[in-house]
Every structure is written in C-alpha cells, then in structure tokens.
C-alpha cells in the first residue's frame, strides 16, 4: 500500500483560471526518496502544498482527494498533519514564527501537546541532528540561509513527521549546508523509514541518493513517475546541459575602475567575503559567479549602501558608505533578484510611464521602447498587472525598466532565471549595447552561463569568501 | 510579578484615577513607579523619556485649566497634569517589570485569551526587523527610479502593505505547517503560575490606593 495518494486530483488557484494540476493521479511509497522536477512555475510548489494541506486550506479550489496512510489531509487537524506531513519551504526566512530556534522548537512542540518534561530533550536531539546546536539561541535575522535551513530540518526532526516534503530547499545555501542537509535526509530514508519528496529544478547530486524520479508537464498540467530509461535520459540530459565553460579575458591592471575593494569584508556572524581587494573595470560587462548562498548578492548590497561592511569598498574613488544614498542612486543602480522590490506602481505600463518620467537622458524614446517591448514579447501587456507576470517576465520587465533609467552603472542580480534562451539572448544583447553604445559598466550575477560569453568582457568568480577574475566563463 | 495581574492592576489604579482627583495619589503613584524601574535597573534614557513625551499635553492641559477653564482651579490643573505623568509612569512600570513574549504567554495560560492573538502578536513583533528592511528596500529602489519616498509617501505605505500581506500569509502557512491550530489546546514548556505574593501585593495596592483617595489628602 502506499503512503501517499492522489486520486483524481484538480486544483485551480481561481476557478477562472487554467487549472495548475488536472486529473491527478499518483502514488509515493513509505520508506523512499522521491525527486520531483520540471520547468520552475509549472507547479511542484503546488503539489507540495496540497499534499501538506496548506492548499486549498490558504488558497485555490480542490477536487479530489489526497490522502496520506489513507487518510484524507484535509481533514486533518494541523497539530495531528503536522506529525504525518512536514514541509520545507524555499525561502528559509518566512517559516519561522519565533524569534530563535530553540523557541520555534518548543512553540512546535506545544502545538503538538508534547507533555513540558519531554520537549527539552526532543528539542535537543532535533537541534543535535540537524547541527544547529550551536546558534540555537541566536535570532534568526542573525542566521544565514543554510542556518535557517538546518533550523528546518531540525523542526522537521522534531516534528517526527512520516512524509517530508521540501520545495527548492537549496535555492539560496552553499553547497556545504546542502550536502550536509542531504545527507541527513538520506539518514531519515534509510534509518527511520521516511518519505521524501523534493521539487527541484536543478538535478545536480541527486542521481545515486534517490528511488524514483517524478516530472511534472507543464503543458498537460500532470506529474509521471519516471521509469528508469527516462531518469537515465533526464540526468544524462542534464548533465549535458551542465554548462562548457569558454575562453574569456582577463582584465589589464590599466583599466580605469568603476568600484575598489580593498580589505572588503562583508557578511552576518560570519563573513561572506573576507578581505577581497581588486577592482571592478569602468565600462565593461562583467559577469560574477558563485555557488548558492556565498554573498553575491550581499556584494551587491554592499555595492547600493544596503549593507554594511568593513575594509575599503570605493565607487571612482569615493567611499560608498559615506555617499549620500539619493545622489549615489543616479549612478549605481540594481535589478532586484526578488522582482517584487523593483516594481513601484501596478501596471506595465505605469511602470514604464514612471521610468520616462524620471529617465536621465533621453537615449530611450517611445518608440524605442516600443520595439523592445517587441522584441521581449511584452507587447500588448500595458494594462496587465506587474505581479501578475511569469517570472521570466518580471525580469525581462525589471531589465527595460533599469535601462529606461539610463544610470551609468547597473548592476543585474540573476536577470536571466526564468528566461527562455532566445530571451536570454535578447537581454544580453540590450546589456551589452549598453556597454559598447551608450558606455555604462555593467555588472551581473548569473547561474544560467549558456552562450553568456558571448556577451561579456570579464568573469569574476565568488569562491571561499574570496573573489577572482577567472579565464573562462 | 505576574504579567496578567500585573497588567490589571495596572488598568485598575489607571481607570480609577480618572475619576478622582487627588494629587497626592498620583505622585505616589509615580514614586512607586519610578522605585520599580529602579529595581528593574531601566536605562537613564528611558526616565528622560517618560519625563519630556508627557511635558506639552500636561503643560498645556495645566495652562488650560489654570487660566481658560470656568473655575480657573490651581488644584485642578495639578491634578490633570500629575495624571498625564502617573499614566506615563505605569507604562513605564508595566515595561519594565516584564517582557512582550512573557505578557503574552502569561495571557495566554492566565488569561486564556485566544492563542490565535497571542501568537498572532508574537509573530507580529517579529516581523519588526523584516519590516524596518523592506522600508529600506523599497526606498533604495525608488531612490534608483529617480523618486524620494517619505515615510508618508502613499506609494511607500502601498508596497510594504503588499509585502505585509504576502508575510502574514507565508507566517499563517508556516504556523499551520509546525503544528499550530487556532485555539486548539496546547502543552506549554514553561507553565506561568501566579505565585501567592502577587494577589497580597494586589490586594494592598489596591485598599492603599482607596485609602489615599478617601483620606483628607488632596
């Protein structure tokens, strides 16, 4: 018998939308490791969601049933699902509603109704188990990505639940929190007989710890279990896919620099990037690389006076925490990953009127824009609300938006997720015509590298709390 | 002293010295306070504080009543200006003596009040941080469109509501996903007991306060 099943299962996030999963029929077995993948907002999240319960308790419309050791999960009070089913979201702030993580064990523990003698010594054993005995007591805003996310399986741990669901939970951890968390999931499959099921996109490690593979279709709105040719086919093609580095430059000592670390160190209780000290070239398109969770982006923050830091971080010899932020805004400006940050009005077209309204040159006229709405194919969207744009979208969006602004100095964190590779061309395009026409120093992090040598003049790489130029990219 | 009973006591001396007007309870009042921050170590600021946010309504309440009331009552106008400060001082008192998450979990076990406010609160209180960052967030990212936004600026209010409410919907998904049912019965790691002194305590304050307010003090 298996432990979780889905029966004719339909669900909607508004009736009058398509539905997201349609005719939904599948089953996981106890005891395994499941890997559910597909293209990023098809629906993985959902399902997660509807297995936990949380939908359509917070959102959407369901038909069907789900149940879990054959019983239905919505009708399930949250104290008793919780022991069954415990998930693990993406973004590792927003799942903690206490203020340390030994208070969000003993919070979770209560909702439990674990009589008081017991809890301090399941709390410890989570706590050990997850190796997050250490920062117990820290707040969480102290707490980098890995840590909450290890403070997750801790909760997870203690929680005892039979199924473990997880949702991109490696988006934004370094690759040691990440092996670290999967091998401690592998321990919960193979020694206490769990269930696991993680919706990842990225593939990488994942082949020898897992049973089954599942692939959810966007087009038909269904997931299949993968037999073992298809897996093979799905790694193997992954793989492949896995990027082939080209020659790239390095950058000559005589280049005049947009930005000077000298001694730069950044981060939370530990630093990111510890005592970085070279320049970043006027003029030129230069790309940074890393693995998740290393402080590119808090570079970036660092780089728009959003963060604080130590050493010497000058922009053209001026240091960047003693500008006054709304002059300092004129030259340097960001694209937001989380694209609701960049958006100020409601519409496509509000934005873009705003971005005319306070441009700095007029380089970008009607017209102009008009052809690039084009040639991004978001013609025709002026009404539609910003939020409600596909991911791709917002950042195709986010890029025009910036270039509209004609700031000399732009700094682009991870533009392209979302992007489709003719997308992908075109913005970079843009970007580099930036570059070369109009002259600005452009500066962008990405993970998504295919063809991105193309376009680019240099390649910094983030590795070990230290930055360096590297030869190809 | 216990939260609760602390908090009602509290409330009670509050409502009752609106109704009476006898100087001297109120500066006892503030004495008393100012004895339990002592005990409770508060910073200096925080009696400079307490000291100066009262100063206009009670400086201005006392010149209204002195000179541009019917009576022109010098007793009057002392009186409502020492209750601006005794209000200002049980506040102080009351923070001071406990902390937000012990009032609450005191609520919650003494009171019984729902554990959807309670934790509704908590999770309120710590988003705090989270909120004062994302005001920094939007703000750096109009600065880069070319606008200034003030902390009255609509469009500033407009974003962080839309990101508040797209937190208190991942908080709600995050309670529920660790266990947590409305106002269903829960077990506490720490269980708050009123110890015996607090309702002596009470009891006194209580039946001394009546005896200042109906002794020939004024």
Redesign the interface.
Known sequence: MSKINLNDVTFHYETTLPPVIEHQNLAFDGGTFNLLTGPSGTGKSTLL?LI?G?YP???GEATGTITVNDQPVVDL???K???LV??M?Q?P???????TPRN?L???????????DK??ARVNDALAFAGVTDFADRR??TLSCGEQQKVSLA?IVA?NAEVILLDEPFANIDPDARLFLLTQLTTLVKKYHKTIIVADHDLSDYEPLIDQLYIFDGERHQVHQADAGEAQTRFAAFEQRQHQPAPIALPAAELSPEFTLDGFTVGHQTPLINDASLNIPQGKFVVLTGANGTGKSTLFDAL???QTYTGSLQWQGQEISKLR??KY??HV??V?QQA???F??ITVAEEIA??L????TTAWTQSRIDATLASLDLAGRDDQVV?SLSEGQKKKLQVL??LI?D?PTLLLDEPLTGLDLVSAHTVLKLLRHAVLEEHHTVLMITHQLTDVSQYADYHLHLNHHQLSYEASL | MNPTILLILVLFVGVEISFTSVIWANVIIIAISVLVMLRHRAPILSYVRLLLVPLIPAVGIWFSIRYFSTAQSVHFAWVMATRIYAYAFLGGLFTFSTTT?KTLASLEQNAHIPTTFV?GM??AF?FV??IRSEV???R?????????LHFWSP?LLF?SI??AL??S?????????????EN????????IRIPWWNYVVTVISIVGLQAILFSPLK
């Open positions: 969601k936990a949380l308790a917070f959102m009070p949250a104290s699902r919780a022991q415990a998930m979201f973004n702030s927003q799942q903690f509603a206490m203020e969000e003993i919070f979770t523990l209560e909702n439990l109704q674990v009589p008081a809890m301090d969480f805003t909760v929680l728009v006076k959003l932020a709304r805004a004129q400006a960001l937001f609701a940050s960049q100020l009005t705003l971005s309204k306070y441009q700095q939020y938006l910036m602004m700031v | 998450e934790y908590l999770g710590n941080p989270k920094k967030i939007i750096a990212s109009a600065q880069m469109r070319g606008i200034d469009r974003k839309v990101a797209n937190w919907e991942n908080l709600a998904e995050a309670m529920t996903s660790h266990g947590f049912t269903a019965p829960r077990t506490h790691r720490t269980v």
